[in-house]
């Protein structure tokens, strides 16, 4: 098992037959982890709240959470804030294979579905990936299609175009 930006391990053992509430929130060095591990600028916040549940061959964590990051507008390298509020549903399971080299096609049904590694689940690691997945792309910044490519900033994403574009 690899050491993770953020994690928060909850032991099987700890949820019961019923229903339990876990509020999460990434504190400044994870949120700063974060940031390196997918190439933004900054994670200012990410917390959430979990509802875990027992199922058959599992647990289900249904929930919010909350993230606003700072990426690289792709056209301009300036800083673009964006604000994440994303719902989920995961499905949390024993012996799934989680295969290191090959490329695996998942069905729509197993997209949501997550391991459960030594008697726990990871629900800092599984925020972490959701935040990943509901952060804009592409993102960019209010005046990014004012960039001029020709006369653009020099330390602009397009530069290296300057001396190809005939006017």
């Not at 959470?65 to 700072?70: E, N, P, R, S, W």
């Not at 056209?75 to 994440?84: C, D, F, L």
Request: aromatic share 4%; proline share 4%.
């Amino acid at each position: 098992m690899t050491e993770l930006e953020f994690s928060r391990r909850i032991a099987l053992d700890t949820i019961g037959a019923g229903e339990r509430d876990e509020d999460f929130a990434a504190t400044r060095d994870e949120r700063d982890a974060l940031a390196r591990r997918f190439d933004w600028l900054a994670v200012d916040e990410l917390k959430g709240r979990a509802r875990l549940a027992r199922v058959a061959g599992g647990v289900r964590a249904t929930g919010r959470l909350h993230a606003t990051i700072v990426q690289s507008c792709v056209a301009t390298g300036a800083p673009v804030r964006e604000s994440i509020d994303e719902a989920f549903d995961l499905h949390f399971v024993e012996g799934l294979a989680t295969p290191e080299s090959e490329e695996v096609e998942l069905g729509e049904s197993e997209l949501d579905t997550l391991p459960i590694e030594g008697g726990a689940i990871d629900l800092g690691e599984a925020a972490a990936q959701t935040v990943a997945l509901a952060a804009n792309p592409y993102p960019r910044c209010a005046d990014a299609d004012d960039v001029n490519l020709t006369a653009g900033p020099a330390n602009g994403a397009f530069a290296g175009l300057k001396g190809l574009i005939r006017p």
